[in-house]
């Protein structure tokens, strides 16, 4: 356990299911992120929130939408997705704006788009 | 953004020390070197960070060279469990510059 708890651990959806991935953390940081790692690729950041509001979308499709209710929490919700959508999904935290500082990852959800 | 070149991969005995090398001669002086890993079918983890004195924890030592255009990982007997990918991250103060992007890293395979 890292410290960054992400549910579920696999998650296998329809392409036109609606679902909804969960990350909490209770390290004290105010900063958490979405990473994307797709098979033999690195990771890729996809967005990043400080002090709970959204400070980066990176060129991420619209049928990902995240939310960051508190510090604590971030969701990632799912809809309309495709096949090349399957891919394992990383959650981190950290302390905002500092460089010298390091992340917490969770151990991630493994989506399976069908 | 400042970059860093790693080996693909790397062979280790176990038991043995490993060197990881890392390339960053593009650094700006108020870059940070961090190193993280990622074990299969886990999210990374944290290893180690420094800025320019070379620094030691439980997990491993990072060495600096003087003029900080590279570095190298220094995991001082390796174990069937340091099997994993290692990440060198240049973290850059403030905005964007400061998220932890990741290249390909190194594949560290350690035979028994």
């Known amino acids: 356990e890292t410290g960054v708890t992400q549910t579920p651990r696999h998650l296998v959806m329809g392409m036109t299911n609606k679902k909804s991935l969960k990350c909490e953390q209770h390290?004290?940081?105010?900063?958490m992120y979405w990473y994307k790692q797709s098979a033999k690729k690195p990771l890729e950041l996809m967005f990043v929130?400080?002090?709970?509001?959204?400070?980066e979308n990176n060129s991420v499709p619209s049928r990902f939408s995240p939310e960051c209710p508190n510090s604590s929490h971030l969701f990632l919700h799912l809809h309309t997705l495709q096949p090349e959508d399957s891919a394992l999904y990383l959650c981190?935290?950290?302390?905002?704006?500092?460089?010298?500082?390091?992340?917490?990852f969770g151990s991630g959800t493994r989506l399976t788009v069908v | 953004d400042a970059k860093t070149t790693q080996p693909n991969s790397m062979e280790s005995n176990e038991e043995e020390p490993v060197h990881l090398p890392c390339n960053h001669s593009?650094?700006?002086?108020?870059?940070?070197i961090h190193w993280y890993r990622q074990l299969p079918s886990q999210g990374p983890e944290y290893v180690i960070h420094?800025?320019?004195s070379n620094v030691n924890n439980r997990m491993a030592s990072l060495a600096i060279a003087e003029d900080r255009k590279s570095s190298t990982l220094i995991l001082h007997r390796a174990t069937l469990r340091d099997a994993a990918v290692y990440y060198c991250?240049?973290?850059?103060?403030?905005?964007?510059?400061?998220?932890?992007?990741f290249g390909k890293g190194t594949k560290l395979s350690v035979k028994p």
């Open positions: 390290l004290g940081h105010n900063a």
């Open positions: 593009t650094i700006s002086g108020t870059d940070y």
């Open positions: 929130y400080s002090l709970e509001e959204r400070v």
């Open positions: 991250i240049l973290r850059t103060y403030g905005g964007s510059q400061g998220n932890l992007i």
């Open positions: 420094g800025l320019t």
């Open positions: 981190a935290s950290s302390q905002a704006g500092q460089n010298n500082y390091g992340y917490t």
